[in-house]
């Protein structure tokens, strides 16, 4: 366990330069937004040569971290990195600011410093970050060509990356929020580039999606603000509480949005609970894991994904790669101390619900760019889900995380390649033969595919295995609803990947040309576009597992880069998981094996599921390709009979289980019709009650002003005029008018301050 | 003179604002309450780090009111203007697509 | 009642509410009560005024008295500097601006002659300021206030030191900046006449 105290062995210069990671691209918007139109080549070059910068420093910065780690013997942790810049480094200085400083409150230790983060994960994130960002500003420059609002798009997408880089190296959880929502809006602009270029064709569709994509966004992020809130106000509420009844040692605490004091006052909750977690905590956890929901396009808010192909081809290798979906599963990684093995147990269901989900819906879609859009999601159910199993699942799934954004990255930029070529057709069955005529992007396309498979030696292997060994050790350790999920729908989810992918290949490259227009005109696309996706296709291949350095070791079973930067047992200083997360856990291994929930380490290395993970996804991507090949390459089994026998249940899936409709028929015409039948009732029902009210009581003032005249008849006339009064208020509910939405907001604050005062 | 007699007129002039958003139907008068909350917010600022021991703290918030405020007027006038252009009118019951 | 008187019954009110405020603080609490007083009536009426005058330009006219009386308050509060920038950004910046849009915008010719203080928003105004002020009441008794005032000794240098120390509001200081900068740039966004948009251009794919 690493000391907390002795976490900084950055200097004051490397951290300039990390702080100088997000800057670059931020003064390159700047730039780009006021003076890009005027620039030579509408300032392109600005932007690649800026993120260009960027990806040296992050790749520099990844080595400079990778060479404090080592690696571990017979199971057990090597030295981990964690650099956190609001601790005195090794030159005994600090490199923070105070949000929201005041003078009285730093007093009261009320301040909210604000500094960079850089650990292992974040070193993997950034670096993946700046390569792939660099690499999708190389494409752009050959496949936005000639359009509209050229400088705009550099100048979006580059603050787009700014967010992203912003995001992983915060801190806190509040700038890490600011910084998810600066995302949001951004990829609310970029899906809708082309919705502000008046002779697109597609103006009405993209207005749509970039509406839908930050509306549904919209609901994870007000999720994650509870959550948020909740760990802000209740871990120092519970914490001092502790320390009142001595179960803590040391001084109280007051609240803090810092990554490390969130990590550690929480475990020591938890640990003086004797290792159970308060049902707040698990509400909490569940309430930022509902941000990961609608960021990371999980079930049921996994719709504005699909649409968000709406977006330039670049865009979406951005979001469903390195940024927008990343962040989501970031969070995971970062709130991961925070999460209770119930909350763990709902995120592996919910993660393995969607991987399967989304790739049924993957092997019926005919877009290029559309199964690639649910093969996105079905990755990151594979993620969460993998997340929800514990520690050992944590670390492959962010594995995934990062492998995962080298070959889809590539895979969509080999995508816009296709489309480019093709003269901006997306249709797959109009495609056909392009082997020959783009060899390159073939290749490319062929490698990553392989990688997305899980086929052995490819990037995507080692994460994928790792990823069912976890759910598999997940379900011996402990079983629950979400293990079993996992373990069942996992494998078979990777399978249909599999199938959905070479089903994409076999379509789009090989047969005979299916239209003739389209044809004609394929070719490959210009240098700057395939530099970006040779050099993707060998991070897809590469990224995870340098095997050529271990032969010996092909498999990767002494771990990876990755796992000698992220650990589970040092990435979080001062939290020891196996008292506290992995203990609810591991509760079913004490009872079948015998052995204490300390040996967990133990366990994990002894029972290895990680063979029983390799026989199946071997298997599974070799059923996958064989399926794919009889019906789309060797035309042995016909497709089209295939949907026949598959019937009703075909049309679902195709149909993509109809949620778009459910949510239009439930979320939005309920909301109408919830308003309406407000109205209705406001109109009706309340204004008859409150106007008879009112006559009551007026009849009442009369009645008593007959028994009492010169007391109460004043009073009860006023009642009685009030209630009116009210009644004609209520009446102008639902008008869609400010002016009235805001008397009612006040008179709101009104009744809760007066609840307030009152109680 | 307390602390209370400044919190007084905070107070009355943040009720008046709102009474000026709700009550007229011209949405630049909207504008005009949301500046007189803001400056009644301001007032309270200002009191409470005076009579809090003085520092500078409290004047930084109104700082930034002001500044929040500017910005805030600005846009809201480009708004006002777009407002008039869609609808022909500045009355804010007219810009009810809200409803829709 | 006609217009007239009620104009007439409205201004006469005020006066009086204006002339008995200012003799009670000049009883109470000598010089300083006659300026509270005097200013706290140049805000409350203002904004009265503002809420009651039928023209546009009036309100705001009647506005600058508001922010006139909130500069007021921080002068007596000891805060130099922000008197200086309320009247400089409200008066200077905001009321021009208001004015502006009044300029640039028709008034509605069929809004009532004076406006209709409707039961319902007389009980939200008197609704928020008794329970406001009963909160404050209950607040201030809770937060501790200091006994004695020293006075201030705030000055405008000292705002500028803590502007750009990089250990106090540098941050918040440039981050206000940026979003001045966006906020004019997207004002004249918004507002910019938008006739060229929809003139095609050559070499769109």
């Known amino acids: 366990m690493p ?90 200085q600090t490199f923070s600011w105070d949000w929201l400083y005041m003078s009285r409150a730093k007093d009261a230790g009320l301040s909210l410093p604000t500094g960079l983060m ?53 801190d806190n959880l509040l700038f890490l929020f600011i910084f998810w929502e600066l995302m949001g ?87 003086a609970n004797h290792g159970d977690y308060p049902l707040w905590l698990t509400v909490a956890g569940l309430f930022v894991f509902g941000g990961t929901v609608g960021k990371s396009a999980q079930v049921p808010l996994h719709i504005w994904l699909p649409d968000a192909m709406e977006g330039p081809t670049p865009v979406s290798a951005m979001i469903h790669a390195a940024t927008m979906v990343a962040a989501g599963v970031f969070l995971l990684g970062r709130t991961f101390p925070l999460m209770s093995p119930e909350a763990l147990a709902v995120i592996a269901a919910v993660g393995a619900v969607t991987a399967l989900f989304a790739a049924t819906i993957g092997c019926t879609v005919y877009d290029i760019k559309g199964v690639l859009a649910y093969s996105t999601i079905s990755q990151l159910g594979f993620m969460v889900a993998s997340i929800g199993c514990g520690a050992l699942g944590l670390v492959a799934g962010l594995f995934h995380m990062v492998t995962h954004a080298f070959f889809k990255a590539c895979l969509f930029l080999s995508a816009g390649s296709v489309i480019h070529g093709c003269h901006h057709e997306q249709d797959m069955r109009k495609m056909g033969g392009l082997r020959k005529k783009m060899p390159i992007t073939f290749a490319c396309m062929l490698i990553c595919t392989l990688a997305i498979a899980g086929m052995p030696l490819f990037s995507g292997f080692y994460s994928k295995d790792r990823i069912i060994a976890a759910a598999f050790g997940g379900m011996s350790l402990k079983f629950n609803g979400g293990n079993f999920a996992a373990s069942v729908f996992l494998p078979v989810a990777a399978c249909l990947t599999t199938f959905y992918m070479f089903r994409l290949i076999f379509m789009t490259f090989f047969g005979a040309p299916r239209d003739h227009h389209v044809d004609e005109h394929a070719h490959e696309s210009p240098k700057n576009m395939t530099i970006s996706l040779m050099s993707l296709a060998a991070l897809g291949m590469l990224g995870g597992y340098v095997w050529f350095l271990h032969p010996l070791d092909l498999m990767g079973n002494h771990g990876t880069w990755f796992t000698r930067m992220v650990d589970w047992r040092t990435m979080y200083p001062g939290v020891d998981l196996t008292e506290t997360n992995l203990k609810g856990m591991v509760g079913g291994l004490a009872h079948r094996h015998g052995t204490a929930a300390d040996d967990l380490e133990h366990f994990y290395h002894g029972f290895n599921p990680h063979y029983t993970a390799l026989i199946v996804s071997i298997g599974v991507l070799l059923i996958g390709v064989f399926v794919a090949a009889q019906m789309y390459l060797r035309r042995k089994w016909n497709p089209a009979k295939v949907t026949e026998t598959l019937g009703e249940a075909y049309v679902w899936v195709e149909n993509k289980y109809y949620v778009d409709e459910v949510v239009d028929a439930s979320v939005i015409k309920g909301s109408k019709a919830l308003a309406n039948g407000q109205r209705w009732f406001d109109e009706n029902v309340v204004d008859g009650v409150v106007l008879s009210v009112g006559r009551i009581g007026k009849g009442l003032g009369f009645l008593c002003a007959w028994i009492d005249k010169h007391i109460v008849d004043g009073i009860v006339n006023l009642v009685g005029n009030l209630t009116q009064a009210f009644g004609s208020a209520v009446r102008l509910f639902q008008t869609g008018r400010i002016q009235q939405y805001v008397s009612f907001a006040v008179a709101g604050g009104i009744l809760v301050a007066a609840f307030h005062l009152l109680s | 003179m307390g602390i209370e007699a400044y919190l007084f007129v905070s107070v009355a002039l943040f009720a008046l604002g709102i009474i000026c958003i709700v009550s007229r139907r011209n949405i630049l008068y909207v504008l005009m309450g949301i500046e007189m909350i803001l400056n009644a917010s301001s007032i309270n600022f200002a009191a409470f780090n005076r009579f809090n021991g003085g520092g500078i703290d409290g004047q930084m918030f109104v700082i930034f009111i002001i500044i929040l405020a500017a910005a805030e007027a600005a846009v809201a006038l480009a708004i006002v203007l777009n407002v008039f252009h869609l609808f022909h009118s500045v009355k804010p019951s007219e810009a009810d697509l809200l409803r829709e | 009642m006609s217009e007239l008187n009620r104009q007439r019954l409205f201004y006469t009110v005020l006066a009086f509410l204006a002339f008995g405020s200012a003799g009670k603080g000049l009883l109470e609490a000598g010089v300083e009560g006659l300026m509270f007083s005097i200013f706290a009536s140049l805000t409350l009426g203002g904004a009265a005024v503002c809420i009651w005058e039928r023209s546009v330009v009036r309100s705001a ?72 002020s009963q909160m404050v009441g209950v607040g201030v008794k809770t937060w501790a206030m200091a006994e004695t005032l020293e006075e201030p000794t705030t000055k405008a240098h000292d705002i500028g030191i803590a502007f750009l120390d990089p250990k106090q509001y540098v941050v918040a200081f440039e981050l206000a900046a940026f979003l001045l900068t966006v906020a004019l740039v997207a004002a004249v966004y918004i507002a910019r006449r938008r006739t060229e948009d929809f003139t095609p251009e050559e070499g769109q794919v």
Request: hydrophobic share 55%.
């Open chain 1, 3 to 92: 000391d907390p105290e002795s976490l900084n062995p950055l200097t004051i210069a490397q951290w300039k330069w990390l702080l100088a990671v997000p800057l670059i691209p931020l003064a390159g918007y700047v730039i780009q937004i006021f003076f890009g139109k005027h620039l030579p080549r509408k300032g392109d070059w600005l932007m690649t040569g800026g993120m260009f910068v960027v990806m040296c420093i992050t790749v520099t910065m990844f080595f400079v971290a990778y060479g404090h780690t080592s690696v571990g013997v017979d199971g057990h942790a090597g030295s981990a990195f964690f650099a956190e810049s609001v601790r005195p480094g090794p030159e005994g």
């Open chain 1, 118 to 170: 850089y650990d292992g994960l974040g070193a993997a994130m950034l670096a993946v970050v700046g390569i792939v960002s660099f690499f999708v500003h190389l494409f752009s420059i050959g496949y936005m060509q000639g359009d509209r609002r050229y400088h705009i798009f550099f100048a979006n997408i580059s603050l787009f990356t700014f967010a992203m880089l912003g995001l992983v190296l915060s």
């Open chain 3, 61 to 132: 006219f009647a506005l600058m008295a508001t922010f006139l009386g909130v500069a007021g308050f921080f002068l007596i509060l000891g805060s130099d500097f922000l008197a200086m920038a309320q009247v400089l950004i409200y008066v200077g910046g905001v009321l021009a601006l208001l004015l502006f849009g009044v300029m640039l915008t028709k008034p509605d010719l069929n809004e009532r002659s004076l406006p209709r203080i409707g039961a319902a928003t007389a009980l939200i105004g008197g609704g928020i300021a008794f329970l406001v």
């Open chain 1, 185 to 271: 809006l951004m990829s609310y602009l970029l899906i809708g580039h082309f919705a502000q270029d008046p002779t697109s064709h597609r103006i009405k569709q993209a207005a749509a999606a970039c509406k839908k994509a930050f509306m549904t966004t919209r609901v994870g992020d007000t999720c994650l603000l509870f959550g948020m809130a909740m760990l802000y106000f209740l871990i120092p509420e519970q914490y001092n509480e502790y320390v009142a009844q001595g179960l803590i040692e040391g001084d109280t605490i007051a609240g803090s949005f810092r990554f490390t004091d969130l990590w550690s006052n929480a475990s020591a909750i938890v640990e």
